[in-house]
């Protein structure tokens, strides 16, 4: 998996010719199996509200919207929410879809009860801006799940730039106004097709408003 280093338009790690020239070279790019460590914990509660950021071909969507979500799915690739929208159909669910960068979208203002980044691999300033704004997309009480490689995984899966990868330090204070309840190094075995390597999962919540 290359992943070349280049400045566009919005400075938001790789533009949309990048990430649908990606896509249009496979017919399917990841698996499509939902992230299990969301489906941990996220089964334990009453659904709600979800916004899944930069959600491709929708692994991640399709779980929640089976599980009586009701779900928006943004990405800025239209040719994973072509996807996205053709396997919900098949399904028979609703999933809201947005064809949007993801900061452009979070300046909408609105709010949800679970908020979750899958593999977002951004570098720098504008991935403390990602996560700061996800954050404050996260309704009174609801969660923030992010999942991503770890810097550990350097030499394995994922973006061979240090810049682009997570450390527990850098996500400890990356979700102002959210607690953190689980910030976890997972080791993904080799033979896990695009996983292999470590990954970052952080899982927050926002406290409810005080009566
Ligand atoms: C590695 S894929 C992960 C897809 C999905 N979350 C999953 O776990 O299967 C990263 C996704 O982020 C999308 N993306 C990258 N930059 C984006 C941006 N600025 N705005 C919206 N989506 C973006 C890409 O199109 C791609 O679908």
Redesign the pocket.
């Known amino acids: 998996m290359e992943e070349e280093h280049h400045h566009h338009g919005?400075g938001?790690?790789?533009?949309?010719q990048?990430?649908?020239e990606?896509?249009s070279g496979a017919p399917r790019?990841?698996?499509s199996e939902p992230?299990e460590s969301l489906v941990e914990f996220v089964s334990d509660l009453t659904p709600g509200r979800a916004v899944?950021?930069?959600?491709?071909?929708?692994?991640?969507s399709l779980w929640l919207a089976r599980n009586k979500w009701q779900v928006t799915a943004?990405?800025?690739?239209d040719v994973?929410i072509g996807r996205l929208e053709a396997a919900a159909k098949e399904e028979g669910l609703g999933i809201k879809t947005v064809v949007?960068?993801?900061?452009?979208?979070l300046g909408h203002g609105e709010l949800y009860d679970l908020v979750?980044?899958?593999?977002?691999?951004?570098a720098a300033e504008e991935r403390v801006r990602?996560l700061k704004s996800a954050a404050a997309a996260v309704a009174p009480g609801g969660h923030l799940f992010l999942?991503g490689h770890h810097l550990d995984s350097l030499g394995k899966g994922?973006p061979q730039q240090p810049e682009r990868l997570y450390t527990e330090e850098s996500l400890k204070d990356a979700f102002p106004g959210l607690d953190i309840v689980v910030l976890e190094r997972i080791e993904r075995p080799a033979g896990d097709i695009g996983m292999h390597g470590v990954d970052i999962v952080a899982w927050a919540q926002r406290p409810s408003a005080a009566i």
């Open positions: 919005h938001h790690g790789h533009g949309q990048h990430w649908n990606r896509y790019l990841f698996n992230d899944d950021l930069g959600a491709g071909e929708g692994r991640n943004v990405d800025i690739s994973a949007s960068d993801i900061v452009e979208f979750v980044l899958a593999y977002i691999q951004w990602l999942v994922g």
